[in-house]
């Protein structure tokens, strides 16, 4: 069995330490390693004896580059990984031993943090939460690409959706588990994922999730947020009240911009639990924001 490694990357210096990690996989079976360049003016630095290809695409969003590489891989078994993210020596070898089970068509495993900063400890426990969302339905729709494997055979009648840039790996999960695809959750199978080191940086991720979520569930019906179609809480109310409006709209998602800074700011000086609440309402206010700029003219 032969394995494809896929990374698609933008002009992101964090995939020096990715190839590395690569670089120092053992006990791998026969593998090849697919960097899809979307769009991307910087090359990567490619350490010796890398079984690498580099796929220079036009600048189409992560998710389309995902399919370009899968496309041109010669594996039986894709693995997806990203370029914020260290593998560990093992990672390839895990994955290999797995797909061994001929009844396995897709591995979702799972991510550590790699700092203890207050701001990396926040952001995994945010994702962690994320993940246990999942649990009711036994992870059956739950993709996160950062650290996926999938059949070959299985990925060629369904790639990804590459509408938006952001939201498409729930897209995927939905997808495939319409199709009756099983997607095993092994969260013992994890890599080392590299946090940004800014609030604002990581506001504007989480504004970016909120808004092509929004645009996923316009488009596709799909609600992405596992919540009622209408909301809740503050969030609820609030698109309730700018409904119909795009002035309203527009003011409140810059508006909350505004408060998701101001709480961020605080957030990384405030002390202990009130630091941790300052951060979350700062995440809600920037997905929030990024929910209603959706409902905007060309949003």
Not at 127 to 138: C, D, K, L, P
Request: hydrophobic letters at 40%; glycine letters at 10%; aromatic letters at 8%.
């Amino acid at each position: 069995m032969r394995v494809s490694v896929v990374v698609p990357v933008r002009n992101d210096p964090r995939i020096d330490g990715l190839l590395e990690s690569l670089a120092a996989q053992r006990d791998a079976p026969d593998w090849e390693l697919l960097v899809a360049l979307d769009g991307s003016t910087r090359s990567p630095r490619i350490p010796a004896r890398l079984p690498v290809r580099l796929l220079e695409l036009p600048p189409r969003g992560p998710y389309a580059a995902r399919n370009a590489a899968g496309n041109a891989a010669r594996g039986d078994v894709l693995l997806f990984t990203d370029s914020d993210c260290v593998c560990p020596p093992d990672w390839i070898a895990f994955a290999d031993r797995a797909f061994r089970d001929a009844g396995l068509e897709a591995l979702q495993g799972g991510s550590h943090a790699a700092a203890s900063t207050r701001l990396s400890i926040r952001i995994q426990t945010d994702y962690e939460a994320y993940v246990r969302s999942h649990a009711g339905n036994g992870y059956r729709s739950f993709c996160n690409t950062r650290n996926f494997a999938i059949r070959r055979s299985v990925f060629e009648k369904r790639r990804f959706l590459d509408a938006f840039q952001r939201g498409g790996d729930g897209m995927y999960g939905r997808l495939l588990e319409e199709a009756g695809v099983v997607i095993r959750y092994a969260p013992e199978w994890a890599v080392v994922h590299r946090h940004p080191t800014s609030p604002l940086v990581y506001a504007r991720q989480v504004f970016r999730q909120g808004h092509d979520g929004a645009r996923w569930q316009r488009t596709t019906g799909v609600n992405l947020f596992g919540e009622t179609p209408e909301g809740r809480g503050p969030g609820r109310w609030l698109r309730g009240r700018t409904a119909g409006s795009p002035l309203l709209n527009l003011a409140a998602a810059y508006s909350l911009l505004g408060v998701a800074a101001t709480l961020g700011a605080a957030g990384a000086w405030l002390p202990g639990a009130a630091g941790d609440r300052a951060f979350d309402r700062s995440a809600r206010a920037a997905h929030l924001a990024g929910r209603l700029r959706a409902d905007a003219p060309g949003g």
